[in-house]
């Protein structure tokens, strides 16, 4: 905890009192904190006890503060964020982009780790809309640090009793150290489709969304990593803070490697690459006649075997989408391919492709395995990188 910079955001609900209590255990652990409190929350505890315990001013109001836009900095100066307690109004407005005061506003605007503790009764807790919104909010890389069983404000036991005060400050010790863990380092991630075109109109593609890639960039660049993403076309949005090259075609793609992912710390090849293109491209629509059409197709480069020629000390993962015979297929690419590490994408039925979730393993050495599990792309992103990280450090 020593020198962090912690925002707190403290919302209107009895546990508000608790906060007062974390307030004080973080700056004697040496933290800098600065306190925002909603107007409900001020209602529970006063100001003068947070700006008391951190010896700085706490912030309220997006119209009375000293300066005109105090949420862009409070939130560019943390390393961190953190909602205690998170009361359900706040989550609904956080899970739906709400910013109508300075609290909400400074969290929409956060590009930091975003701890969450919630605390409720417990029907609103078990409520579909807050469990909706919670795991938008997880699925979005916020760490929503569970309520426990326990005496609740309505003098009954029940589930939504803020989580114990260790188990906060060991969340926001792992947020603090995700955050830095790839300074200084730099990334390069394929991403996507590539487009292989016959015709202006008419192209060879797979149904790749680069979901994967980016959740990887998104990661990698709140770990502190300098970040260059090479995207194919989809219509996801590439994450903030990230330097984003796009390309249609794998011969794009692979330029596009060659100049921005050779030396790179890391190099992780998510791109589904079309294998082939047509050999020739008509420069106008090729009308359709009654007769069939036959399309003559040439290998693509393989991007990640031309940079695997160049690696030098890049450490270089690729991905296997496959099938069947999972890991035998995935070890004979990590050989012939030159990697240090493969993951494995088990792109059968709902997962893979266009999906949100996955299920992933990771592949090393001669027998080396690593089951990240089944789960939403930006959590397998984690810990993929807590996996891949681990055998950087190791190498
Ligand atoms: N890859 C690449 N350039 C290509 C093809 C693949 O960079 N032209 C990368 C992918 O980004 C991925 C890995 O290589 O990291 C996949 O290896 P590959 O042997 O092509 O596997 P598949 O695409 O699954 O193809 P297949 O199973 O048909 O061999």
Redesign the pocket.
Known sequence: MNRARILLGVTGGIAAYKAAALTSTLVQRGATVDVIMTEEAERFVGPLTFSSLTARPVYSSLWDAPERIPHIRLVREAHVVAVVPATANTIAKMANGIADDLLTTALLAARVPIVLAPAMNDAMYDHPATRANLATLRQRGCEIVDPERGFLAERETGMGRLAAEERIIDALERALARRRSLEGKRVAI?AGPTREAFDPVRFVSNGSTGATGIELAREAALRGADVTLLLGPTLLEPPPGVCVVRVTT?CE?NDA?LQHAVGADLVI???????WRPEQRSESKVKKTDAGVTVRMVR??????E?AKKKGTSFLV?????TDDHEA?ARE?LR??HLDA?AVNDVRGERGFGTGRNALTLLWGENDRRELGTAEKSALAARLLDAIEALMRER
């Open positions: 394929t794998a793609l490697a090849a998510t791109a589904a690459v079309a294998d693509n480069p393989d991007v990640l075997a940079l690729g991905f296997a989408a496959e297929n690419k012939r391919k493969i």
